[in-house]
């Protein structure tokens, strides 16, 4: 696993690839969810703490949208 995260040719593409692809479909977002009444919402967080430390901007996004919904964060 640790040859993954020191991989060159997977960080150029991240960064070339990646980034675009999350921006056009950040753009669609509001048709990806049509749902209004959702009660719970699943987060999985890994072992490694740099991307649980990145998640919290996307938790705080949740809790807004959907603040009568009871978020449960299951982690490594």
Not at 27 to 50: F, Q, S, V, Y
């Amino acid at each position: 696993m640790a040859s993954e995260r020191n991989n060159k040719i997977l960080k150029i593409i991240d960064k070339y690839i990646g980034i675009p692809l999350v921006f056009l479909l950040g753009l669609r977002r509001k048709n990806l969810c049509p749902r209004k009444n959702i009660n719970t919402i699943g987060l999985l967080a890994t072992a490694a703490i740099g991307d649980t430390l990145i998640m919290t901007g996307a938790i705080n996004s949740i809790k807004k949208k959907y603040q009568n919904s009871q978020i449960i964060l299951f982690c490594g």
